[in-house]
């Protein structure tokens, strides 16, 4: 969650009102899954949207730098620092086999059944045809690079 602005945060560095209206169109996204009733389901299944929005985030904040180039390192530093995007998470998407890697509890072996990686790590093609395989977690159908 971005941090709350002060009359201390600095002015955002150049270039980030090109980007603004997409970060509060984010923002708003996941105020109203907050304010949504979540009648009928799972506690883990009325996280899922929020998992989607913030990877969706850090992945559009990750483009932009990376993929595009279309933003400064101080400008992106700055939207690290704030909040707006995960770090670690973008950390593990530059390493290979983690391309496509949807939340970082879906590597922790402590999180999972068997101490062992998430379902959704699991390439398609070694599962059942038949099941629908989704994250306990995140609600992920699979996230693994070699789909």
């Known amino acids: ?59 559009y904040v990750f483009d932009l730098y990376y993929e595009r180039e279309a933003i400064s390192t101080e400008l992106y530093q700055w939207l690290l620092k704030q909040g707006y995007a995960d770090a670690n998470l973008i950390a593990k998407w530059k390493k290979q086999g983690y391309e496509k890697l949807c939340c970082l509890r879906c590597i922790q072996a402590k ?21 629908v395989v989704e994250c306990v977690t995140c609600g992920c159908k699979g996230c693994a690079s070699s789909d």
């Open 111 to 131: 999180e999972n059944t068997y101490s062992a990686t998430c379902v959704c790590r699991v390439p398609k093609h070694k599962l059942d045809k038949d099941k």
């Open 1 to 59: 969650m971005p941090k709350i602005k002060t009359l201390r945060t600095k002015k955002p560095p150049d270039g980030f009102a090109e980007i603004e209206d997409t970060l509060l169109d984010f923002a708003n996204r996941l105020k109203d899954i907050e304010t949504a009733a979540h009648d009928g389901k799972k506690k883990n299944e009325s996280l899922w949207p929020i998992f989607q929005i913030t990877h969706q985030r850090s992945r």
